[in-house]
């Protein structure tokens, strides 16, 4: 059984930075691209930023170049490194495999202050 653990979140003030990790089991976590979404109140959750098994990055245009993704395959460990965080930036942060079954965590909350 899939399982994924999104902690790091927090408050923080406009221009700060968070990093995020994701604690992955049940699955061979380095065979998989791995994606980041969020969900802002009253919105449609949204992808973020994905890395694939090969670790090649790609990032939606409202994070290039603010967010990065890494990931530690020894340890089950995916990472959402944030800098220059906007107010808009706030939600609840999950990370998934891309599977044809999405599976997703408790997610981790960011609450960006201006």
């Known amino acids: 059984q899939v399982q994924l653990v999104e902690s790091g979140g927090g408050l923080v003030q406009a221009g700060g930075s968070l990093r995020l990790s994701c604690t992955v089991s049940g699955l061979i976590f380095s065979a998989y691209t791995m994606d980041w979404y969020r969900q802002a109140p009253g919105m449609q959750r949204e992808w973020v930023a994905r890395?694939?098994?090969?670790?090649?990055?790609f990032y939606h245009d409202s994070v290039n170049g603010r967010f990065t993704v890494s990931r530690d395959n020894r340890r089950n460990l995916f990472y959402l490194h944030m800098t220059g965080l906007k107010p808009e930036d706030t939600a609840v942060y999950y990370c998934?495999?891309?599977?044809?079954?999405?599976?997703w965590g408790q997610g981790t909350r960011v609450t960006v202050s201006s």
């Open positions: 998934t495999p891309e599977r044809s079954v999405p599976t």
């Open positions: 890395m694939s098994s090969g670790m090649s990055e």
